[in-house]
């Protein structure tokens, strides 16, 4: 019994997170269209990149795990919508999907990358 509960509870959280995400990339997507898909990248990657920096300062000091996650998130999630602005106003109609699945598949291999090397990084350098 306590396992059905359980997995209900899983699947409700996982539902809630993919609609808030849906929603938070929907708004945050909204300034690709009106500024400019380069000007939002570039600044989802300064605020994730000071993110990164703060997550093992955060852990130090104290500060909430989540709260530093939540900030991260703030930057990556307009990652996607500008993206796909920038490509659909440098990229010819019959190229865009193959570049999009080249930039999107870029992402994922970023993502092996650096969980392939973080164990590496830690013993070595003692990395937090």
């Known amino acids: 019994m306590?396992?059905?509960r359980t997995a209900h509870v899983g699947r409700v959280q996982l539902k809630s997170n993919y609609c808030w995400f849906d929603t938070v990339i929907f708004?945050?997507?909204l300034p690709s269209y009106s500024v400019g898909g380069k000007s939002?990248?570039?600044?989802?990657?300064v605020w994730w990149s000071i993110a990164t920096v703060l997550t093992p300062v955060a852990a130090k000091i104290g500060l909430p795990f989540l709260l530093v996650r939540a900030f991260m998130g703030i930057g990556e999630?307009?990652?996607?919508p500008a993206m796909?602005?920038?490509?659909?106003?440098?990229?010819?109609v019959a190229e865009r999907s193959r570049s999009l699945a080249l930039v999107y598949s870029g992402m994922y291999l970023g993502s092996v990358t650096g969980?392939?090397?973080?164990?590496f990084?830690?013993?070595k350098f003692g990395w937090l």
Do not use: D, E, R, T
């Open 84 to 92: 796909i602005n920038i490509l659909s106003k440098w990229v010819p």
């Open 77 to 80: 999630v307009v990652a996607m």
């Open 40 to 45: 939002v990248l570039a600044f989802g990657v």
């Open 121 to 123: 990084l830690i013993q």
């Open 115 to 119: 969980l392939a090397f973080s164990p």
């Open 27 to 29: 708004l945050m997507g």
């Open 2 to 4: 306590g396992h059905c």
